[in-house]
């Protein structure tokens, strides 16, 4: 048997019959792409993305934020794939990546994500490879987890 809306008196469900946020969703927000063959046999920053404005709307039901990295080419060195506030001009999250490390997931950043200021993704060479080294082809991503009444 199927129950019909007309089944239903008129008020008999309301919204606090239902948990908050007992339904979430990731939404994954792409921040670009760092190309290959950035130079990793020196230090300090290699490359710096288009930047982009956090607006109320975006961050509108959302419960946790996370900045994740994909690094596809790292021959050398270590790097911080690191998302940079440029109002502030400080680093909101740093993953660190080496050749071992594909992907990386930072923990919850909501806290640093403030509306209105400009975002950017940077490529960061924090220990250098041997002479010649070359990384990047990276998809940087913020993944925010909304929680759904």
């Known amino acids: 048997m199927s129950v019909r809306r007309h089944d239903i008196a008129r008020g008999a469900v309301k919204t606090e019959h239902f948990p908050t946020n007992e339904i979430q969703i990731e939404v994954p927000v792409p921040l670009g792409f760092i190309p290959t063959g950035l130079p990793t046999d020196s230090t300090g920053v290699k490359f710096e993305s288009k ?3 956090i607006s109320a709307e975006l961050l509108k039901h959302t419960k946790v934020a ?28 740093s993953l660190s990546q080496s050749a071992t490390t594909k ?5 919850n950043i909501l806290s ?6 400009p975002l950017g993704v940077r490529f960061n060479v924090t220990a250098a ?19 759904i009444n």
């Open 51 to 53: 930047q982009y404005v």
């Open 66 to 93: 996370y900045f994740e990295s994909d690094l596809q080419q790292l021959t050398g060195g270590t790097v911080a794939i690191e998302l940079y506030d440029y109002t502030a001009a400080a680093v909101i999250a």
């Open 103 to 107: 992907r990386v997931r930072s923990a």
């Open 112 to 117: 640093g994500l403030v509306i209105g200021r």
């Open 129 to 147: 490879g041997a002479a010649g080294s070359l990384g990047g082809g990276c998809s940087p991503v913020l993944i925010l987890v909304k929680g």
